[in-house]
């Protein structure tokens, strides 16, 4: 038996298909997401109460899948299908800018910025380039802190051996506060420095954002350099 909201929701398949979303509706997006997960109800007034209860179309993709459940009428299915849709598109995004090559300061912040965007604990990305710099691959360390993250510099020169990578760049990111390094950063950039340059590769920047996109690079304010320096010292 028919159901009375089907000719509505061919028509908005139709226009999605002919037009894509830009024409429509905050709401009208929400419903040909809601479609799928609930064939018997009706979508447009769930997704008018979605809107309003948590603001925005950003409120709702933003939100937690136990704060979805907390609104009438979503299931924990459809909770985290919804939830889902934000982590799908930040993997997409971190897919897409691997292509892009690290040749400059310019570049690299824009592939950082993209990697660590919308990070709710502290997060360290770690890139593994050849010698012109470009991608060869990329590991991710998440931790449970929003104030630290443990990485084992052990690991890392490892799997710059196993890549073959001529460099590496390091990028994470501080939550809450100020985006300069803390001692413990300091220290662990020149171990790991080290560490690198023993199978000759090269520590190349390390680039600390904060919640409000602020950056410290250590390359652009001549702490790398410095390691590098104290390095070969120890050499001698």
Same mark, same amino acid.
């Given at each position: 038996?028919?159901?009375?909201?089907?000719?509505?929701?061919?028509?908005?398949?139709?226009?999605?298909?002919? %037009?894509?979303?830009?024409?429509?509706?905050?709401?009208?997006?929400?419903?040909?997401?809601?479609?799928?997960?609930?064939?018997? *109800?009706?979508?447009?007034?769930?997704?008018?109460?979605?809107?309003?209860?948590?603001?925005?179309?950003?409120?709702?993709?933003?939100?937690?899948?136990?704060?979805?459940?907390?609104?009438?009428?979503?299931?924990?299915?459809?909770?985290?299908?919804?939830?889902?849709? *934000? #982590?799908?598109?930040? +993997?997409?995004?971190?897919?897409?800018?691997? *292509?892009?090559?690290?040749?400059?300061?310019?570049?690299?912040? %824009?592939?950082?910025?993209?990697?660590?965007?919308?990070? $709710?604990?502290?997060?360290?990305?770690?890139?593994?380039?050849?010698?012109?710099? +470009?991608?060869?691959?990329?590991?991710?360390?998440?931790?449970?802190?929003?104030? +630290?993250?443990?990485?084992?510099?052990?690991?890392? =020169?490892?799997?710059?051996?196993?890549?073959?990578?001529?460099?590496?760049?390091?990028?994470?990111?501080?939550?809450?506060? =100020?985006?300069?390094?803390? %001692?413990?950063?300091?220290?662990?950039? #020149?171990?790991?420095?080290?560490?690198?340059?023993?199978?000759?590769?090269?520590?190349? %920047?390390?680039?600390?954002?904060?919640? +409000?996109?602020?950056?410290?690079?250590?390359?652009?304010?001549?702490?790398?350099?410095?390691?590098?320096?104290? $390095?070969?010292?120890?050499?001698?």
């Amino acid at each position: 038996m028919a159901h009375e909201n089907d000719g509505h929701r061919a028509r908005l398949r139709e226009r999605m298909i002919k %037009e894509g979303l830009d024409s429509f509706q905050d709401h009208e997006v929400l419903e040909l997401l809601l479609f799928q997960y609930l064939p018997r *109800k009706d979508t447009n007034k769930l997704a008018h109460t979605l809107l309003d209860k948590f603001g925005s179309f950003a409120g709702v993709l933003n939100a937690s899948p136990q704060q979805l459940m907390t609104v009438e009428g979503v299931s924990e299915a459809t909770a985290c299908n919804l939830a889902v849709l *934000k #982590e799908v598109w930040r +993997r997409y995004k971190r897919s897409d800018v691997c *292509k892009v090559p690290l040749d400059g300061l310019k570049s690299i912040i %824009e592939y950082s910025q993209s990697l660590l965007v919308e990070s $709710y604990s502290e997060r360290l990305v770690i890139v593994y380039v050849d010698y012109a710099t +470009r991608f060869i691959f990329r590991e991710e360390i998440t931790s449970d802190s929003m104030k +630290r993250v443990f990485a084992d510099n052990k690991q890392i =020169v490892a799997t710059a051996m196993r890549t073959g990578a001529a460099g590496v760049v390091l990028f994470h990111c501080h939550v809450s506060g =100020v985006c300069e390094p803390s %001692e413990e950063d300091d220290r662990f950039t #020149e171990r790991l420095a080290f560490a690198l340059a023993g199978v000759d590769v090269v520590l190349l %920047e390390h680039i600390i954002f904060n919640e +409000r996109n602020e950056y410290y690079s250590y390359f652009a304010h001549g702490t790398i350099d410095a390691i590098q320096s104290k $390095y070969k010292n120890t050499l001698k």
